[in-house]
């Protein structure tokens, strides 16, 4: 059967091999659902790519926070961790990726938009409840290391408290609480406007996506010509400066659900992710060879982020038609990253500097003296730590909420039939 549908309404009644009039595919023994028919390929619905592309990026940058901490060499993979903060930038990437997705899906079919009915709701249900958890023992472990309630420490946690961490000097990126949580104020700001960007991006994608390409460019072009040593390090990762980042993640959504169908069709579609993967991969690794050979790293990873995403997007869409084995798994762990990225860093700087565990003594920490044995328990401590408190984080809050959540769901439905 032919991949290229003549009509836009003809997309919607696509149906790719293997897959019946019903929206179902067989594969590998087991009948999968399309949600809406015949309409998106099942295996790109929630493609198991994606959930591994998350996993990749949130062990990426964790392993660059506990470098930080262990400075245990890395060996061949020095280049990554030692630049494996543009692996943030992914993770933006991908959160406009998957929330467009279904969009995606709905335009391919030649679907009228949707809607974003309930989405805010479902956003703080999905961010907040862990978010203020991590809040509240990083505001006490502060306090427990001396930090004080002075207007600086004010300032910080308010910021933290109202998720605008990158407007304030003070908690972002002279935070006293967790170093990491920056990301959240972020994604938040994209959150708030993203109704609006995805029935414009639903309508016109090539003049949204270049002006949102134009707002990153021009933003960039400001900060890295106007800002100073002082001024730059608190600006250069604002909302505006991953315009462009969130452009393309909604883009290659788009690309995936009108092309990938098309491809997964042809015995070469899966050696084609592969390609799309490794060349990708390639392409990361020299910009993050750069990266942790800059000088000025910080203004480089601006300068190269618009290249790094590009990257990174094709990095995507390559997993996502490569549909890796070990969905489950990949699913998983998808699940486990959000707590376990909110977690690791500040566990780290926790058992470091606070618990002083593994036991060391004096004031310079056995890391910054060359004690290879300490830094290895370490550093080992740190990954099992905040695979444990990410792993109750999910069993004990996430999950039981989701579940709630879903009963409720349920039951309204019912009440409404």
């Not at 703080?124 to 505001?139: D, K």
């Amino acid at each position: 059967m032919s991949s290229r549908p003549l009509t836009r309404a003809a997309r919607g009644r696509r149906v790719w091999r293997g897959q019946a009039a019903n929206g179902t595919r067989a594969r590998g023994g087991k009948t999968l659902t399309s949600p809406a028919g015949p309409g998106p390929c099942p295996a790109l619905a929630r493609p198991a790519g994606a959930d591994l592309f998350r996993a990749l990026a949130v062990f990426l940058v964790a392993w660059f926070h506990l470098w930080q901490q262990s400075w245990r060499s890395p060996g061949v993979f020095e280049p990554v961790v030692r630049a494996g903060y543009a692996w943030v930038d992914a993770m933006i990437l991908l959160s406009a990726f998957c929330l467009f997705l279904p969009y995606a899906h709905a335009r391919a079919g030649g679907l009228p938009f949707a809607g974003c009915g309930g989405f805010y709701k479902k956003r703080a249900l999905r961010i907040l409840p862990g978010y203020y958890l991590n809040l509240a023992a990083s505001a006490a472990a502060a306090l427990a290391g001396g930090a004080v309630w002075d207007k600086a420490f004010g300032w910080d946690l308010f910021s933290h408290l109202t998720l605008t961490h990158t407007l304030c000097p003070y908690g972002y990126p002279h935070t006293r609480l967790n170093g990491a949580a920056w990301t959240l104020g972020v994604l938040v700001g994209f959150y708030l406007l993203f109704p609006l960007l995805a029935r414009a991006f639903y309508a016109r994608p090539a003049a949204v996506f270049a002006l949102l390409l134009g707002v990153q460019a021009a933003y960039s072009v400001w900060a890295l010509g106007c800002l100073d040593e002082y001024t730059y390090p608190a600006a250069f990762n604002r909302l505006p400066g991953f315009a462009g980042v969130l452009a393309l993640g909604m883009a290659g959504a788009l690309w995936l659900a009108k092309s990938g169908p098309g491809l997964l069709n042809r015995t070469w579609g899966r050696p084609a992710g592969l390609g799309m993967a490794l060349a990708a991969g390639w392409g990361i690794w020299r910009i993050q060879a750069r990266l942790a050979g800059a000088a000025e790293s910080q203004r480089w990873q601006l300068a190269l982020r618009m290249p790094l995403a590009l990257l990174f997007c094709i990095l995507l869409l390559g997993l996502c038609l490569l549909q890796p084995p070990a969905g489950r798994l990949w699913a998983f762990l998808g699940r486990l990253s959000y707590p376990f990225y909110l977690w690791h860093q500040a566990l780290a700087v926790w058992l470091k500097y606070l618990w002083r565990i593994p036991p060391w003594q004096g004031d310079t920490p056995p890391n910054q003296i060359g004690d290879a044995v300490w830094s290895l328990r370490y550093e080992l401590l740190c990954w099992a730590a905040a695979l444990a408190v990410s792993l109750a984080v999910l069993l004990l809050l996430e999950q039981p909420l989701a579940a709630r959540l879903r009963r409720r769901a349920v039951q309204g439905a019912a009440a409404f039939r």
